[in-house]
């Protein structure tokens, strides 16, 4: 369940960054639309697709980052994890290339800008939904 907050939180941030950042864009090709039925269903499902894609990069790639990149991590402070982030999220734009949803990122700046973004939107939409979806151990919302 976990994994689907966090799913739709990327979305939200996605969602939001776009609309705020003009170095960021999610688009999809007419193929979407036909499959989903309307352009209202498209885009929701090209921002759960890009959230979906990032969620697994986040889960398999970022550790093994996070592990080989802790020296210099610690040497800065922890300040170096926002590189790490707009670098996951440069290659989750890569990534979604080879799709016909596709997340566009106008360069190094912009991923760092938008990892920004993101902590902060998918923070608190998470913080919410897994508060609203998501029991403890003992079976508390």
Same mark, same amino acid.
């Given at each position: ?58 889960? !398999? ?5 996070? +592990? *080989? /990149? ?7 402070? %922890?300040?170096? &994890?926002? @590189? ?20 566009? !990122? ?5 991923? +760092? *800008? /938008? ?7 998918? %923070?608190?939409? &998470?913080? @919410? ?13």
């Amino acid at each position: 369940m976990r994994f689907v907050v966090t799913v739709i939180a990327n979305a939200v941030g996605f969602w939001l960054l776009a609309l705020l950042l003009p170095g960021l864009s999610v688009e999809h090709s007419q193929a979407v639309t036909d499959t989903l039925g309307n352009d209202t269903a498209a885009t929701i499902g090209s921002y759960l697709f890009i959230g979906l894609l990032l969620g697994v990069v986040n889960g !398999l790639i970022r550790p093994i980052v996070d +592990l *080989l /990149a802790l020296p210099i991590t610690c040497l800065t402070l %922890g300040l170096f &994890s926002l @590189v790490i982030a707009a670098g996951m999220l440069m290659l989750t734009a890569w990534l979604s290339s080879f799709t016909p949803i596709v997340l566009t !990122l106008d360069g190094f700046f912009a991923a +760092l *800008l /938008a990892a920004i973004g993101m902590w902060i939107v998918a %923070g608190i939409v &998470s913080a @919410v939904l897994e508060r609203i979806f998501v029991r403890d151990e003992h079976g508390r919302a």
